[in-house]
Every structure is written in structure tokens, then in C-alpha cells.
């Protein structure tokens, strides 16, 4: 069955250090979504893509995250500097049409 | 961005109960969806629903997408223990696919 990959399930980095988080969607999914959900509550967007395109990063905080898809598959999230308020989950998803599908996500713990 | 208010925020069942919890918005959505997250993991979509009034089920799970298209429910029937987790409903309109604030369920053996 198809899945969204990502990695590493699991980092831990020190503050003002960077990290980089990668994901593969579902083959043929042209949306791919980064969300952040923080402990207690639920998953929020970061940035959309379509296709290689951005189509909403209106919360992304644009000062030290970045992303990209370059081939309009997979997918890369970066944060630098981290911040210790950067630790959640972040989680890729992708979709066909309105359904999302989600990986497994990566915990960050920022120390 | 757009809110939607999920209730009740946490839940203690007994096993074989019915569970019931809903998710209401002040936005019109064309796809309302839901998902179940168990800790560590990402979240899982249970049942998809694309129409105004639409009731679809999924083995003891029944979801509705309400008809002015600002709310949904889903319902858990005879509950046992492995549906301890948290609920999340999301809603999608346009391009965005928006989620509440999640439902927690706990059984109890």
C-alpha cells in the first residue's frame, strides 16, 4: 500500500543549530502539505505545495523556516536557527484530491 | 485562518459504549474529513465525506457532513479498547484542509 515517507521519525538538535526534515508523498499526489502540531493540540499548516509550486505559506514563519520542492515530488522542510518553541511534530501529507494521507511524522526536540 | 471547534474536547468510555462527538465551523466546507492520531504517529483518515447530508460508515464508525455544511459528527458504535486515541475532524474548502483541536477517547476495560 502507498505511504508518505518521511525522516528522520526522530531528532534532536540544540538551539541555533539547523535541521532538515524530508519527505516523499504517495506517488502520482500533486498537493504535498507540511503541518506542525504541538503537543494537545491539532496539526497546523505550514506551507502547501502544488506540483512544485507554493500555494500557501501565509503561517510559515518565513525568518528561519524554509521549504522546498524542486521536482514536485519530494519534498524538504528546514528551520535555522531552531528555537526550543520550534519542538512539535511535523508532519507531511499528500493528496490526490481532498484526502490527505499522512506519514508518520518527525518529533523535533529542541534543547 | 479558519476555526473549527471540536467537542467534546475529551472523552472517558466504557467499553462497548457509543461514542459520539462533533465538529462545528462558521465556514462553509466542501470535504469534511476524519482522522484518528495514536501517540507517536501520524494521522490516520477513517472516513471521508463529500456531499451536504451525506451519511457514510465504516465498520463501527458513521460520520455525517451536516447539511448547511458547517458542521459533521462521527460516531463510534460498541467501543473497544484499541479505539483509545484522538479524533481529529478536518475540513476542506477551496485548496485548504483546516483541523480542530482533536477528541480524546479513553476506554475503560
Known amino acids: 500500500e502507498a505511504e508518505v515517507a518521511q525522516s528522520p521519525r526522530y531528532k534532536i538538535t540544540e538551539k541555533s543549530q539547523a535541521v532538515a526534515f524530508w519527505c516523499d508523498p504517495i506517488s502520482g499526489h500533486a498537493t504535498l502539505y507540511w503541518y506542525r502540531q504541538i503537543l494537545g493540540q491539532g496539526p497546523e499548516l505550514l506551507v502547501q505545495?502544488?506540483?512544485?509550486?507554493?500555494?500557501?505559506d501565509s503561517q510559515l514563519p518565513k525568518d528561519r523556516f524554509s521549504a522546498e520542492r524542486l521536482k514536485g515530488v519530494d519534498s524538504t522542510l528546514k528551520i535555522q536557527p531552531a528555537e526550543l518553541g520550534d519542538s512539535a511534530m511535523y508532519l507531511c501529507a499528500s493528496s490526490l484530491r481532498t484526502e490527505a494521507f499522512f506519514g508518520q511524522g518527525t518529533r523535533l526536540t529542541v534543547v | 485562518g479558519q476555526q473549527l471547534n471540536q467537542s467534546p474536547q475529551s472523552m472517558f468510555i466504557q467499553e462497548g459504549e457509543d461514542v459520539s462527538m462533533n465538529c462545528t465551523s462558521s465556514?462553509?466546507?466542501?470535504?469534511w474529513l476524519w482522522y484518528k492520531q495514536d501517540p507517536g504517529e501520524g494521522p490516520v483518515l477513517l472516513i471521508a465525506l463529500y456531499k451536504a447530508g451525506e451519511l457514510t460508515s465504516n465498520g463501527r464508525l458513521t460520520a455525517q457532513f451536516g447539511i448547511t455544511r458547517k458542521d459533521s459528527f462521527l460516531n463510534i458504535s460498541a467501543s473497544i479498547p484499541s479505539d483509545v486515541g484522538i479524533y481529529f475532524c478536518?475540513?476542506?474548502?477551496?485548496?485548504?484542509?483546516?483541523f480542530g483541536a482533536g477528541t480524546t477517547v479513553t476506554v475503560r476495560a
Open positions: 465556514s462553509i466546507f466542501n470535504t
Open positions: 478536518a475540513g476542506h474548502n477551496d485548496y485548504k484542509l483546516s
Open positions: 505545495f502544488q506540483d512544485e509550486s507554493v500555494v500557501d
